[in-house]
């Protein structure tokens, strides 16, 4: 059949024709499907980025370790938190079977500066063991040695992002920063570490010997903020696990801390994403129902008032296909802008809002072909009754409605 008819005549003109009667309900019907669209891009895009976070964390924390966090201890405030892990804890997680490594982080928050820079950055005590248990690389020069951990010298590894604050693009190594007013030598920059889930960076560190810590940083402490273990991947992971639960059980209340595995993170994450999925769902959903309503009322109205126009196109040739084809065509160019502006939305959402939820941002192709897929249909669903309703009305018919 010859479809040539759709290009010629009135086929352009009506399109924008369409577009301006009834130009508010329109832009309704437009916004209401930009906000749906847009919603799935976000849903899709913040998915895609959990799963990335999940991956990020999993590989932070490493896929044989177990990290126990200090809780809030009961009824305390945020304000008023202290740390519930302490030495005998340490030393009990330790003994643990199939426990290979074990480090404790104590950091503080202080100005460092340079000659020229100064900055707050979190300093870190490092135990004997704590750069092989946190996963610490070295970018360049060298780690502790061995007797640095013991004389309390004046030495220091930074991280890369605070190496660049302090010293742009060069070589820090041999220089010297001041911590809380004290000058340390620069040994080492450990390799980029990334983000925790909350979004600080962990690359903006400087980690100081644990006597040097001590001397100069926090003289007296008794509780850590956090413990890390390295586990033998031959003794059963649950098995461990469940130990240091019951080994921590024996001096604490299930409150005063926190044991994250790799599972952990990933369930939570489940769990969020889920209900991420259903509440973007529910309002994506809904906007493409209202959208989709106010668009079958447009074309509704549109036949009644165009009803002379597609009488003259029946009498000058045009089939029943073509005038369906046509006010189909309206509808997929109407859902296609709104595609468009929901993807441009959806791509501000994930540039401005995923940063503040703790995402990732990502940039997935499949949500910019679910957009443009559930955009058409839309149009295409709305559209469908009223373009039978214009493609079955008879020439003669239609053009008594304008005597």
């Known amino acids: 059949m010859d479809l040539s008819i759709l290009f010629k005549g009135l086929f352009l003109s009506s399109v924008f024709k369409a577009l301006r009667q009834g130009l508010l309900k329109t832009i309704f019907a437009v916004c209401g499907v930009s906000f749906g669209i847009a919603s799935i891009v976000f849903i899709i895009a913040a998915i895609e980025g959990s799963n990335l976070q999940a991956k990020n964390i999993i590989e932070l924390l490493g896929p044989n370790s177990i990290f126990v966090r200090s809780g809030f201890g009961g009824k305390h405030s945020v304000r008023r938190l202290t740390y519930r892990l ?67 010298p004046k030495v220091c590894i930074i991280g890369t992002e605070l190496a660049r604050e302090l010293f742009g693009r060069e070589n820090p190594i041999g220089r010297e920063i ?86 952990t993170i990933r369930k939570f994450l489940n769990i969020f994403n889920i209900t991420l999925s259903i509440y973007l769902g529910l309002v994506s959903m809904t906007a493409l129902f209202i959208s989709g309503f106010v668009m079958s009322n447009i074309f509704s109205i549109n036949v009644k008032v165009r009803a002379w126009e597609i009488g003259i196109r029946r009498a000058l040739g045009a089939s029943s296909l073509h005038i369906l084809l046509q006010f189909l065509a309206e509808a997929v160019i109407i859902s296609f802008i709104g595609g468009v502006l929901g993807s441009i939305l959806g791509l501000l959402g994930i540039r401005f809002l995923m940063p503040l939820l703790f995402i990732p941002r990502v940039y997935p192709v499949a949500s910019y072909i679910a957009a443009l897929f559930f955009s058409v249909a839309t149009g295409l669903f709305s559209a469908a009754l009223p373009a039978r309703k214009a493609a079955g009305w008879e020439p003669v018919r239609a053009l008594r409605s304008r005597l």
């Open 86 to 152: 302490d030495m005998e804890d340490f030393r009990i997680l330790k003994k643990v079977m199939g426990v290979t490594g074990c480090a404790y982080i104590m950091l503080k928050k202080v100005d460092v500066s340079s000659r020229n820079n100064s900055v707050k950055a979190y300093v870190v005590g490092a135990m004997r063991d704590f750069l092989e248990v946190f996963d610490y690389k070295m970018a360049e020069g060298r780690p502790f040695l061995p007797r640095e951990y013991l004389f309390s």
């Open 178 to 263: 001041k911590v809380s007013k004290t000058s340390f030598k620069i040994i080492g920059v450990f390799a980029k570490k990334g983000k925790l889930p909350s979004g600080r960076s962990l690359d903006n560190r400087a980690i100081l010997p644990i006597g040097t810590y001590r001397k100069f940083i926090e003289p007296e402490y008794r509780r850590f903020f956090a413990i890390k273990l390295k586990v033998d991947p031959n003794v059963p992971y649950d098995l461990i696990v469940s130990q240091v639960k019951e080994a921590l059980l024996r001096h604490h209340a299930r409150e005063d801390f926190a044991v994250i595995t790799p599972e």
